[in-house]
């Protein structure tokens, strides 16, 4: 059976000091190359000898990916539904800058809702959009390794098996983890393997 894994790009200094980046394109730092590198060999190993390596436009996850992609011997492709959800106004602040300057949209979405801000990408779209490359790029011959974001990531797993994006059943991704999807015969999707590599 053939499947789809969820890769996580790996950190950058913006995640290390707790920055929101969204659509910011930040780079790896060397940690991050190296997590990357690391990542990479261990999901070859998964996958075996032929997979697609699809990616996000963001240059930290095409950096992520390209460590892949050079160990299988294949190009990445780049996919814009696999970018990031923007962040809006608050990209490149802390979440206590936030917190602090935002006070009542801070709470909103510590609780899980959407705050009222300019820019903010809504977990609808973002979920459409990301499900939708998912089940564009799914080969049930070949794996596909989907190099992401956080929330992208876990806003297309909700709504590849169908629950409510205001569901936290799949946590949170950490940087460099990823997680293993199949489709069965009578196609309904399956979380096979949750934040494999993490820290």
Not at 142 to 150: D, E, F, L, W, Y
């Amino acid at each position: 059976m053939s499947s789809l894994v969820l890769w996580r790009h790996a950190r950058t200094d913006h995640n290390t000091e707790g920055r929101l980046q969204g659509s910011l394109d930040i780079p790896l730092d060397a940690d991050g190359r190296a997590q990357a590198a690391a990542a990479a060999a261990r999901i070859a190993a998964h996958v075996g000898d032929r997979a697609r390596v699809v990616s996000s436009p963001l240059a930290r996850a095409t950096a992520s990916a390209d460590e892949l992609s050079s160990l299988m011997g294949v190009e990445t492709v780049v996919d814009g539904a696999f970018t990031q959800r923007p962040y809006g106004v608050w990209e490149g602040l802390t979440w206590d800058e936030i917190r602090e300057r935002w006070p009542e949209d801070y709470d909103r979405r510590h609780r899980g809702e959407e705050p009222f801000i300019d820019g903010w990408g809504s977990s609808s779209h973002v979920a459409a959009r990301v499900g939708e490359g998912l089940r564009r790029w799914y080969d049930a011959e070949v794996p596909t390794v989907v190099v992401s974001h956080g929330s992208a990531i876990q806003l297309g797993v909700l709504d590849l098996v169908g629950l409510d994006t205001s569901s936290r059943a799949f946590g949170t991704i950490p940087h460099g983890a990823w997680h293993v999807l199949t489709l069965s015969d009578s196609g309904a999707w399956h979380v096979d393997a949750f934040s494999q590599g993490a820290d």
